[in-house]
């Protein structure tokens, strides 16, 4: 944050310098409400762990010896949409140097460089007056041969990609046998084990190394599960039943055949002919009468509605009912009191 000194500080006159009238700088932040003072000969002030996705408002106000007047109007801060990195180079091993360029950053903008994760702090730098800023930064320490990411801390959170490649492989040189002055013997030169004369890999090595190294060990295994599977599947097959002959023989005999004579077997009769369509004889269609006119030309009869039979007399009424009258029962009266009491048995009697 930076600001400019103030035109007028009240009532008094304004310095060259503006540091005999104004005491200092009170730089207020929200949302927070904290408040920093600054002294009248800085002015810029630096203020870091701001979260993502949230505005702030800061206000900074010059205090002298008189009263504090009211706030000059909100000015809004532009957002660095065209923010960009590139690096030089862009591919290299473990140890290459990476110059970093930025360009239409915000001004005096403080900037963390991170490699791939927000933890892997690659380094900082400050933009200048024009927002762009150079840095040299080198991979980060252990990362696997791939393409990385370096990208900005600041809005809009620009990358770049960096293609790390690993350490060549060295490779194993030729050890010289030693030479026997005394016996014209001419020496044979040794050479690593795997490794053809011409410094290539073998095919056994490569399928003894991973990740092909599991190949062999996959094929080995289905050669033996369809070994298993085949003598399993001849166990299970059924031997072949031999042919059998199927003779009806009649439960009955029939006595009503003549006995055959001996060394010749009766003769069957022939079965009957059956009456087919084909053996009909084809009957002639009779003959076509010619189309002969009618004498008289046909005349539509007139409709005539038939009689409307005579209606029936309704039936008479029946007779009114008489009233009727409804009598309730009268109550029984109660017996009637005896005269005399009844005669009690005696202890005599």
């Not at 001419?186 to 050479?191: L, M, R």
Request: net charge neutral; charged share 10%.
């Amino acid at each position: 944050l930076d600001w400019t000194p103030p035109a007028t500080n009240g009532s008094l006159p304004n310095n060259s310098d503006n540091s005999a009238t104004i005491g200092h700088y009170t730089v207020t932040i929200n949302p927070g409400g904290t408040s920093n003072v600054v002294p009248a000969s800085t002015l810029t002030y630096a203020y870091s762990g701001l979260a993502d996705n949230l505005t702030y408002r800061f206000a900074v106000s010059a205090t002298n010896s008189r009263p504090i007047t009211g706030a000059a109007a909100l000015v809004y801060a532009p957002l660095p949409t065209g923010a960009s990195l590139g690096l030089q180079p862009t591919a290299g091993g473990p140890s290459t140097s990476i110059t970093v360029t930025g360009q239409l950053f915000l001004k005096n903008e403080s900037i963390t460089l991170y490699w791939d994760l927000s933890t892997h702090v690659a380094g900082s730098v400050v933009a200048d007056d024009t927002g762009a800023f150079t840095k040299v930064v080198k991979p980060f320490r252990g990362d696997k041969p791939k393409v990385h990411k370096l990208c900005a801390s600041v809005q809009p959170h620009p990358c770049a990609s960096f293609t790390l490649q690993g350490v060549p492989t060295p490779t194993p040189g030729v050890t010289p046998s030693p030479v026997d002055t005394s016996s014209p013997t001419p020496t044979e030169t040794p050479q690593a084990s795997g490794v053809r004369p011409g410094g290539g890999l073998s095919w056994l090595d490569i399928i003894t190394r991973p990740p092909f190294v599991f190949l062999p060990i996959i094929a080995i295994i289905g050669i033996l599960g369809m070994l298993a599977y085949w003598l399993l599947s001849r166990r299970r097959q059924m031997p072949a039943a031999p042919a059998a002959t199927v003779v009806h023989r009649a439960t009955r005999p029939d006595y009503m055949a003549p006995f055959p004579t001996s060394g010749t077997p009766p003769v069957a009769p022939p079965p009957p002919a059956q009456a087919s369509a084909w053996d009909a004889p084809i009957q002639s269609a009779p003959p076509v009468q010619p189309y002969a006119p009618p004498a008289a030309p046909y005349a539509p009869t007139p409709y005539v509605p038939p009689p409307v039979p005579p209606q029936a007399p309704p039936p008479p009424a029946p007779p009114a009912a008489p009233p009727r009258s409804v009598e309730w029962p009268a109550p029984q009266n109660p017996p009637a009191a005896p005269d005399e009491p009844p005669d009690l048995p005696q202890p005599s009697d």
